[in-house]
């Protein structure tokens, strides 16, 4: 072990905006003095500036699409040569190519994040070589039990190493009443008026055609409401944003329906809004979710993957089938009517954060976690 601190490299597909991201960032943030950290990333330099603000070194390895060997040996020899004391992958080509290195013995000690159900891996040849690549680690750390399941099953992953460490972000207690009305008035929403925000990438996996024709029905029950659609297109590419806008203007609702873009001020739409709002196909976690419990705002989501382990049906939100724009609509409706019911709710989530999902409770499991290994 290097004397002093020890040194972890992170290593990550993608530097996009999302859940896998953030918490990233929470963990260089939180246990910044506790140990030295790289981090390394394959695409998407969306976050790199955040990133170099928390890490040492930020390196950027061409190995997000087919990696040529020559940038696979590049990435092999800064594994081997850094004199780290951990190497710690997230996402499912880093995952992949940090156990390559670490199999043939270029690399230390190895902690793998599984953060999301991850489509691939229903491949049976690639659910196997995940399988046999992922015996390399020394740890691996799966945000959901859900996701525990599916790399167990899909993922061809079995044994003690895995243990189920559950999100957790910092808490602000007091949102900013300034930036709520900041908020409502860019938006050109009243401060009484009813708010629904979801915030999620654009694309298909978040479901966002469920949401916009159960708006429909929202809209016409309480015509005042508008839906806020916080988010920029990764997987779905450009096209799949203009769809979902013409969807919005071919049932007549796209004054209702506001497409916010990338935001950086989710923490005060939170406080903005009335109920979040997700139409997801599959999650395996859903750091949004907790951003809404903190706020104290209830919950509006679909009982795929490890939501129903956050977000408690009928006491922090209301959880309704996937697909289902129907069912869907009667929940929101039902909280938009209903302020005393979704206070109740909101106030149960931020409970409910308070005890399971702060920040601390997770740094706390994945330092045991990099001090067992680095203990031999």
Do not use: C
């Given at each position: 072990?290097?004397?002093?601190?020890?040194?972890?490299?992170?290593?990550?597909?993608?530097?996009?905006?999302?859940?896998?991201?953030?918490?990233?960032?929470?963990?260089?943030?939180?246990?910044?003095?506790?140990?030295?950290?790289?981090?390394?990333?394959?695409?998407?330099?969306?976050?790199?500036?955040?990133?170099?603000?928390?890490?040492?070194r930020v390196n950027f390895f061409?190995?997000?699409?087919?990696?040529?060997?020559?940038?696979?040996?590049?990435?092999?020899?800064?594994?081997?040569?850094?004199?780290?004391?951990?190497?710690?992958?997230?996402?499912?080509?880093?995952d992949m190519w940090a156990a390559v290195v670490r199999s043939v013995g270029m690399g230390p000690p190895l902690v793998s994040t599984k953060h999301n159900r991850e489509a691939p891996l229903l491949?049976?040849?690639?659910?196997r070589i995940h399988g046999v690549l992922t015996r390399s680690a020394d740890a691996v750390i799966a945000v959901s039990?859900?996701?525990?399941?599916?790399?167990?099953?899909?993922?061809?992953?079995?044994?003690?190493?895995?243990?189920?460490?559950?999100?957790?972000?910092e808490d602000i207690r007091e949102p900013d009443p300034d930036a709520v009305v900041r908020a409502r008035i860019g938006f050109g929403i009243g401060m009484n008026d009813p708010l629904v925000l979801c915030v999620a990438r654009l694309d298909p996996q978040k479901g966002h055609e469920t949401l916009i024709h159960a708006w429909k029905s929202v809209s016409a029950h309480s015509p005042s409401a508008r839906l806020v659609l916080a988010g920029g297109t990764q997987l779905g590419d450009d096209d799949y944003a203009q769809g979902l806008k013409r969807l919005a203007s071919s049932l007549g609702i796209a004054a209702k329906v506001i497409f916010a873009g990338v935001r950086r001020d989710v923490t005060d739409l939170m406080a903005a809004c009335n109920v979040l709002a997700m139409s997801s196909r599959w999650e395996g976690f859903g750091i949004v979710f907790l951003e809404a419990m903190r706020a104290g705002r209830p919950v509006v989501a679909t009982t795929v993957g490890g939501i129903p382990e956050v977000v408690v049906g009928g006491e922090s939100g209301l959880l309704v089938r996937?697909?289902?724009?129907?069912?869907?609509?009667?929940?929101?409706?039902?909280?938009?009517?209903?302020?005393?019911?979704?206070?109740?709710?909101?106030?149960?989530?931020?409970?409910?954060?308070?005890?399971?999902?702060?920040?601390e409770q997770m740094l706390d499991k994945i330092a045991d976690i990099y001090d067992r290994i680095l203990n031999g």
């Open positions: 072990m290097t004397a002093g601190r020890p040194r972890i490299l992170h290593v990550i597909t993608s530097l996009a905006i999302g859940g896998a991201q953030h918490h990233l960032l929470t963990v260089l943030r939180g246990l910044g003095e506790r140990y030295q950290f790289d981090v390394a990333y394959f695409k998407d330099p969306d976050l790199v500036a955040d990133v170099r603000d928390r890490a040492d061409d190995l997000g699409g087919a990696p040529s060997p020559l940038d696979l040996w590049r990435f092999a020899r800064h594994v081997s040569r850094g004199r780290y004391d951990v190497v710690h992958t997230h996402l499912l080509k880093a491949n049976p040849a690639y659910g039990s859900s996701v525990a399941e599916y790399m167990t099953t899909a993922g061809r992953l079995a044994g003690p190493k895995m243990v189920v460490v559950h999100y957790g972000i996937p697909d289902d724009p129907q069912e869907l609509a009667s929940a929101l409706i039902r909280l938009i009517d209903d302020r005393g019911m979704a206070k109740d709710m909101g106030d149960q989530g931020r409970l409910r954060f308070e005890q399971r999902f702060m920040a």
